[in-house]
């Protein structure tokens, strides 16, 4: 047991590479010259093969004119919505209350039927299949997790596998895999949900979820009931889970950063559930439809974009930088070309540090003199967002050090703002 | 001879009326306990129905409440001296009437158990494709199992007091002996009567309690989250 939880813990910690398709959407900075583009019903669904750059992945979940009238509600829920979701992505529904989000997630297990149009999963109508078979394969997580009380964790995971009648020893397997997937504790399993903590129980409820390897899952503010950083926690573990298991997800929000991180498409939906925007988050961050989008988003849109790539991304150069055993002359050489007053001292490719002119003397090794602690740098996997806080905090340069410490190079401003001027896609 | 028996000291209990009339006391206790059984089990089944009605029904709750708060301000006694015409001096006229006074309290307790399951844990069962009946069997029975069961204490404790007074209709199990005592005047058998019909209350309840503990593991626990 304490095995398996060491790993768990091993993986856990270990960094979380966002999924590509969160960072490879590229597109020009909109500001000024998109934002009095008059909304165009047309250029509402920005065509699909933006969404992975490359491939255009097959719909696993299809929205065809989809309306809800609630009975005595003066105006619909959810107003003609067309939504194609590409299979094996991760889809956010976002919008201010009232927008139809909730209702829109549930019309697709048919938690509440629609007024009108189609809804298929994988080419198949749903209200052509009977309900409960139908939700069996679909896996829905909601705020409050709503776990069995009177189950243990044990069980409440094998609710749908029970269900279709698995044999018990398949299901203790899967229990098994699935506790080990979301990072549970193996000794938790024979706990009731009350014993668990609220990040547990959460985890807990996504194991559940996917306890019969449905194709699709449904997520309604899966993780607004946990506080902050958990949250951040259990979104780097969604997207980790996701990178493995693949499955179509379609997600409900209120929080447009948890959106722009998580999301391959978001869908920004209006009151009355009407559809803004259906845009991978770097394009809806870059080029927002209209008004209403880009008030949404809010005024750091730029900021935020920067949270979405990262330093990897950047065609970073290798900046005022010397080997060791270069010696002194050399380095202020090299000083001299870049105009600063630090340079970066790598030995066998290791960066050691950044070092100041004064201390740059002939008779003493580069590798011997006094270096800026803790010195400025990145990894390829930082936001940019963070290099750039480094950069603006530090007087020396900043270095990219890649895996065992190797020198990659160096990051500046300018590299990042040059990036956010690139074409979307590239 | 009655003077003088009257004028005799009269203990609260005379031991040997134990040996005596083993047989009887042993009797009255079983009858005692069949009558409440009967009358428990009677109620809960209607308990059942009126109960699934009022979840299903929600404009009914009102009516099946007023219906069974009425059933119990009818004096037992008056209660089986309506029914005695029609069932005798039988034991159904003894149960129908204390069956019916269990009512009130097993609706109310199953309607609430079933009304505390929260609506999140609905939604799960619902959204991971139980039928109906499943989600009624293994999700919300379960989860109303407290409150049942704290219906069912309150109904048994209060039903084998009770059945004492059926012993006006020759029913009654433990009541016959006070009644005996009663007439007679005499202690012993009034006290017998009285003290075992108090100890079979507390042997059911425990029982009934312990029942309750060994179904609702997940209640016991306390809440320790990490």
């Known amino acids: 047991m304490a095995s398996i939880f060491t790993r768990e813990k091993g993986r856990r910690r270990r960094r979380v590479e966002p999924s590509p398709c969160l960072h490879v959407f590229c597109s020009c900075l909109a500001d000024d010259r998109f934002r009095d583009i008059a909304y165009d019903v047309g250029a509402r669904l920005p065509s699909l093969d933006r969404t992975k750059g490359t491939t255009i992945g097959a719909i696993a979940i299809k929205l065809q004119d989809v309306s809800k009238q609630f009975e005595g509600a003066a105006t619909p829920a959810v107003t003609s919505l067309d939504l194609d979701i590409e299979e094996g992505s991760i889809v956010v529904l976002i919008g201010p209350s009232g927008c139809g989000k909730t209702t829109t997630l549930r019309m697709i297990n048919r938690l509440i039927e629609p007024t009108s149009g189609r809804i298929d999963i994988n080419g198949e109508d749903v209200t052509q299949r009977p309900v409960a078979e139908l939700r069996r394969e679909i896996g829905y997580v909601i705020q409050q997790v709503g776990l069995f009380p009177h189950q243990t964790i044990a069980a409440n995971i094998a609710t749908v596998p029970k269900m279709l009648g698995w044999e018990k020893q398949r299901i203790s397997d899967r229990i098994e895999e699935l506790a080990n997937l979301v990072g549970l504790e193996p000794s938790l399993l024979d706990r009731y949900p009350d014993e668990l903590s609220g990040g547990q129980q959460q985890r807990v409820g996504v194991a559940r979820a996917l306890a019969a390897d449905p194709p699709v899952l449904l997520m309604d503010e899966p993780f607004g009931a946990v506080d902050p950083i958990v949250r951040i926690r259990l979104q780097d573990e969604l997207l980790e889970l996701q990178a493995r298991v693949g499955k179509t997800i379609v997600l409900v929000t209120h929080d447009i950063d948890e959106a722009l991180k998580i999301a391959d498409r978001i869908a920004l939906l209006n009151v009355g559930g009407i559809l803004e925007q259906y845009s991978p988050p770097d394009e809806l961050l870059a080029e927002p439809a209209n008004r209403f989008v880009e008030e949404f988003v809010g005024e750091d849109r730029s900021v935020k974009r920067l949270q979405l790539r990262t330093v990897a991304d950047l065609p970073f150069n290798r900046g005022p930088v010397v080997a060791a055993t270069d010696g002194a002359a050399a380095a202020r050489n090299i000083m001299e070309e870049y105009a600063t007053e630090w340079i970066g001292v790598t030995s066998d490719d290791v960066f050691l540090g950044w070092v100041h002119a004064d201390d740059v003397q002939d008779n003493v090794s580069l590798e011997s003199v006094p270096r800026s602690v803790p010195a400025a740098q990145v990894q390829p996997g930082s936001t940019l967002r963070n290099a750039m806080q480094i950069i603006m905090t530090s007087h020396t340069s900043t270095a990219v050090i890649e895996d065992e410490g190797r020198f990659g190079g160096i990051v500046t401003l300018e590299l990042i703002r040059a990036s956010l001027e690139a074409e979307p896609g590239q | ?226």
């Open chain 2, 1 to 226: 001879m009655n003077a003088v028996f009257a004028q005799a000291p009269n203990p609260i209990v005379r031991w040997e009326y134990f040996i005596d009339e083993w047989d009887q006391i042993q009797s009255a206790l079983l009858e005692h306990l069949e009558l409440t059984v009967y009358a428990v089990g009677l109620g809960l089944i209607a308990s059942a129905g009126l109960s699934a009605i009022a979840l299903r029904y929600r404009w009914a709750l009102a009516p099946i409440n007023g219906f069974t708060a009425f059933l119990y301000t009818i004096p037992s006694v008056a209660l089986f001296g309506i029914l005695v015409p029609y069932f005798g001096l039988s034991r159904l006229t003894a149960v129908l009437p204390l069956a019916a006074y269990t009512l009130l309290i097993l609706v109310t307790n199953i309607v609430a158990g079933f009304n505390a399951v929260s609506p999140e844990v609905r939604e799960a069962a619902d959204s991971m494709g139980m039928t109906p009946t499943r989600k009624v069997l293994q999700v919300e029975l379960p989860l109303a199992m407290p409150y049942i069961i704290a219906g069912l204490r309150v109904a048994v404790v209060s039903t084998v007091g009770i059945v004492t007074v059926a012993a006006i209709i020759g029913q009654g199990g433990l009541g016959r002996l006070i009644l005996d005592g009663l007439r007679r005047a005499f202690w012993t058998p009034m006290t017998i009567g009285a003290v075992l019909s108090i100890l079979l209350a507390l042997a059911l309840d425990g029982l009934i309690l312990g029942v309750g503990r060994w179904l609702t593991p997940w209640a016991q626990r306390a809440r320790r989250a990490p």
